[in-house]
Every structure is written in C-alpha cells, then in structure tokens.
C-alpha cells in the first residue's frame, strides 16, 4: 500500500515517454465529434422508450426509471476505472476497444427477455459509453491552451447532437420497428465506427506517464483534494445534470399518457428543440477561452431556474415545453462546457483523470435526477417534477453566489 501511495505521489512529475505529440486536424476533429455523437446516444436511446420496455418485459412504470440509473451506474464505474487509463495506456487502442465492445453490449440490450438481463446489459452500455470522455480528454490534450476551449465546445457540441437525436432517432425506429430495433441498429453503427476509427487515428499517441494502474486510480481520487476547481465545478456539473435528468427522464409519461398521447417520434421531436444546447457548446468554449467563466456560470444557471417556469405548463401548452426545452438545454451545456475548461486548465498533465473524475459528478446527478423524477411524478405528477426541477436548479444557483461571495471560484 505505501509503495502505492509512493507511487501515486510521484506520478505527475514522471518522465512522459518520447513519442512524438500528433497534431490533430480539423477531420479528425469533427470524426471524433461523431464518435462522441454516437457513443453517447447509447446511454440516451432508452428515455423515450421506457414506457414500451415496461409493457415489453411487464414492469411498472413507476420502476422502469431504473434503467435510466443503471446505464449512469455503468457509466461512473467506467468513469472512475477506464477514463484514467488515457493517460497510461494509448488512447486509440482504448477507444477502439471500447467501441467494439459497446456493440456487443448493445446487441445484449436488444435480446434481452428478463428485466434483470435488461439491467445488467445497460449497466454494460453505460460502463463503455465513457469511450466519450477519453475522446474529450484526447482532444483537449492535442489542443493548445488559447483554443481548449473552442475544441473542447466543438467536441461537445456533438455530444449533445448525439443526445438530442437519439431521442429522435430511437422514437422514430421504435414506432417502425420497436424499441428492441434501436439497440441492433446502434451496434451496427458502433461496428462500422470502429473501422472508421481504425484507420484515422494516428497510431502514435500523446506523451504518457510511467506509472502502475493502482497508483494511477489513486492519483485520480487524490485530484478532488489538491484540485479546488475541480471540486466546485464537480458539484456544479452534479447539479445541472441532475436537473436536466429530471426532464429528460419524467418528460415522455406525461407526453405519451392522454389526453397527449403523443408516439415515440414526436416526444423523440423535442429533443431536437434542445439543439440551442448545441450551439451553446461551442460558443461557450469560445467566451471560456476570453475569461468569462464566471459571467457565463451565473448567467446560464439563472436560466437553468426559469426554465421550469413554461416547462411546467407542458400538459397545456407544447409550445412553452418547447421554449423551456431550449432553455434549459442551452444553460446545462454552456456550464458543462466551461466547467470542462476550468478543470482542463488546472491540470494539462492529469486530462483524463481529470474528465473521470469530474464526470463522475456528472454520472451521479443524473442517476439520482432519473429516480426521483419517475418516482416524483408517480406520487405527485407533472407540476411536482418541475418543482424538483426548479428547487435543484436553484440549489445550483444559490452555490454559485456562494463561491462568489466567497472568493472560491
């Protein structure tokens, strides 16, 4: 054990290895930008389907919520014991090895006929869908500090693409084909990514350190106390997440039960309202880049709050759904994305056990987010949802001017 501790205190001043630092260029970095697109869909398909999976395998409404917080579970132990390993091991053989194998774990999800084989295959899902935090990590690394920023928004700009059509996407090939037809699809993608992948990545990697797997996972807990930035923007990220999980999760019942009654195409319609969250992305890196992470934090998260306000009246009125959609999603990124260039720039040597361990605040907030929301909703219905909504947003602001006033940001 104290070797371990030795070793973790000595890890980031060990020598990098002598490869030469590829330089990445605009294709690769709009390929990656898909391939974050696509990986991250994995983990969002489900949300609009969850009122067929329970009538397909018998489950309760007020509990099919779970496989929403089993794919987090997956996600956050791969955040906490894959993610780092982009800084130990070459991260093209990292991605493709988890895009591989994201393609069977969705080919698990489609056959499955039990609730719990269900469960255990989306916790398989989520544990590989980090392949899109090792990409953030690789793209920051490769970027130069003045343009972190802008690449990291870019990179993110396609994570949320790939949030908002997957719910699209998922609703239109369920109503076609069902929701099983979903998950074959996607591993069908995934395979054909993979050799994509393959060939564009350069084979030569970023400069790595020297250092055992333990000693590695023990520097990544070891950053939540050296690292003040990260500890602030990870209870930033917890929040906002856990919000927009509440939406995103308890959205589809009210919108699929009467007097709505809407199909899996059109709920999966609204999540293309959220595209605003995309374009946020990349302009916020932009103004991270100029220094203007705090003004954007407040300003996004002061929008994150009203925007429960027309979401809450989504049983009346779909226009106010839609203009509360936008909202919200444009605040969640804009903050998302200058949390990631604040923790970035404390530590260039530590990306990916920075993004791992920063994500792992994102994973938890929205597991928590999607079993509150279903089970709120059940109990109380829509207007409860927005409350809780509203009341975590809120927190979220409240926190903020506390680190202000404090002088802790």
Known sequence: MASNINAASELDSCEARSESTPEISPALTLLLSITCALAVANVYFAQPLLDSMAQSLGVDPGMIGIVVTATQVG??????????????INRKALI???????AV?????????QWSALLGAMILVGLMAVVVQVVVAYVAALATPSRRGQAVGTVTSGIVLGILLARF???????LAGWRAVYFVSAGLMLTLAVVLWRAIPSKGLP????????????TFTLFVTEPALRIRGVFALLIFAAFSVLWTAMVLPLSAPPLSLSHTQIGLFGLAGIAGALAASRAGRWADQGLEQRITGIALALLALSWVPIAFAETSLLALIVGVVVLDFAVQAVHVTNQSLIFAARPDAQSRLVGAYMCFYSLGSALGAV?????????GWVAVCLLGGSISLVALGFWVWTRVAGRS
């Open 208 to 219: 790595r350190i020297e250092s055992t797997y333990w000693a590695l996972l023990l520097s």
């Open 169 to 175: 996407t998922s609703g239109l090939i369920a109503d």
């Open 372 to 380: 509150a929301a279903t089970q709120v909703y059940a109990r109380w």
């Open 105 to 113: 774990a969705l080919i698990v999800v489609g056959s499955a006929q």
């Open 75 to 88: 996600y956050g132990v791969g955040l906490v014991f894959i993610v780092p390993l982009g800084d130990l």
């Open 96 to 102: 493709l090895t988890q895009v591989l194998l994201s």
